[in-house]
């Protein structure tokens, strides 16, 4: 182990900036720390995953986060009843000017993949706009829609520019247009299948919102996704709150009754056993076990590292940049540099680590599967 002016020499030879004001608090945490320079060094430039791990010791960055995220409005066309966003809309959305120029801002902090956000992406003409921009300079792209605004004017572009167009199915056609509204479940497949004809089409996964209601059609959904064009389904466990995903804070009759949990564990086996058969599950089997006791209200913390606080840069529609647990920049006031790499990020990176929460969210660690 050297002394804090070599390892801050390091730090910067392999490009990692130093905010001046953590320089000290930086080199405590290495002195901590079980890592020397050989693995900082291995990591930054041969292992991610190392590279991470390492960070989430120092608390501070050591690669780039592998997106940028930005909601780019709150605004959506639909109402469903699990979501929150559209009660958050606001008439405040960040310029197309500023959006441009976090692409920019990013893409100097060498990020590579744009995740465009909302509400709705496609009910402002800002997204696709932003996208090809983004494209434009090299970066991937990808996006989550309900599909509805998808049509004959921006159908084409949207095919051309978004590398992983992401579909919302959330049960068979009853139980999704119960949540989406009626009629939706064939309108948003209809989509699909018209992009799944294009010559030029992106990858389309879709992601299913997993609740008391829709929970039991997962698997027949499973075993229709080839028939409905898609490429691979992610499911998520309804969240409260899809706002601040940490509130449980009130009943929620979506929730998975108690009444059901037997059935509940029946479905995810059937769905493990669909994933070993070799049907596209993005989750693991780890995250699909992990549900029969999030329902339950039993699920112990985390017992591997969270990268939220590493992998994906996030601004709000607000402007604000943010972790799960709370803001810490605004890009307004501040370039997303300065933000990420700021004492605020650091502080709650810190309280990050010793996160307790029942979360089933896919930005952890994932255990592999085996
Ligand atoms: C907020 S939506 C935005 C994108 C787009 N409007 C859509 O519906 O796909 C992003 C994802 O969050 C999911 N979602 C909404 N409310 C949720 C909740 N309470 N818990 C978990 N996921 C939720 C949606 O189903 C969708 O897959
Ligand atoms: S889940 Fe998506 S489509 Fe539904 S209300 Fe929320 S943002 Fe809109
Ligand atoms: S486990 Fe990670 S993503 Fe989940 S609440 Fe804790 S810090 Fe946030």
């Known amino acids: 182990m050297g002394d804090k002016e070599e390892f801050l020499e390091l730090l910067e030879k392999q490009g990692v900036w130093v905010n001046p004001q953590l320089k000290d608090q930086l080199f405590e945490n290495f002195k901590k ?45 639909l109402r469903c009843k699990m979501c929150q966003f559209p009660m958050y809309a606001s008439d405040n959305e960040l310029s197309l000017p500023l959006l441009k120029s976090l692409v920019d801002q990013a893409i100097s902090m060498n990020v590579k993949r744009l995740n465009a956000l909302g509400g709705e992406p496609f009910i402002t003409k800002s997204t696709l706009k932003l996208m090809k921009y983004a494209k434009s300079k ?12 998808i049509n004959e004017n921006n159908i084409q572009g949207i095919c051309e520019t978004v590398d992983s167009l992401g579909f919302s199915i959330d049960g068979l056609e009853e139980n999704h247009d119960f949540i989406r509204g009626k009629g939706n479940f064939r309108k948003t497949l209809g989509i699909i299948e018209k992009i799944s004809k294009l010559d030029k089409k992106p990858d389309l996964p879709i992601v299913t919102v997993l609740m008391n209601h829709n929970f039991k059609d997962t698997p027949l959904m499973i075993k229709n996704l080839s028939k409905w064009h898609v490429s691979r389904i992610n499911i998520q466990p309804l969240v409260s709150n899809n706002i601040n995903y940490t509130k449980r804070d ?35 089997l780890y995250h699909l076990e992990r549900m029969k006791l999030y329902f339950r209200n039993k699920l112990p913390p985390f017992e591997f590292d969270c990268y939220n606080g590493f992998n994906n840069i996030s601004v709000w529609s607000s402007g604000l940049v943010g972790f799960c647990f709370g803001a810490f920049g605004d890009v307004r006031r501040s370039s997303l540099k300065e933000t990420w790499y700021s ?28």
């Open 33 to 77: 720390s079980k890592f020397g320079f050989d693995e900082i060094n291995h990591a930054i430039n041969q292992d991610r995953q190392l590279a991470f791990k390492i960070s989430r010791e120092l608390n501070y960055p050591l690669v780039p986060p592998d997106s940028l995220l930005i909601t780019i409005t709150n605004r959506c066309n």
């Open 138 to 149: 090299g970066m991937e792209i990808s996006t989550q829609t309900n599909g509805l605004l």
């Open 250 to 284: 009130k009943e929620d009759s979506l929730w998975i009754k108690e009444s059901n949990f037997i059935e509940l564990d029946e479905t995810i086996e059937k769905i493990k056993e669909l994933k070993k058969q070799g049907h596209p599950i993005i989750n693991t």
């Open 343 to 370: 004492k605020k990020a650091f502080d709650l990176r810190q309280k990050m680590k010793e996160c307790k929460k029942p979360c089933l969210q896919n930005c952890q660690e994932l255990k592999e599967d085996g």
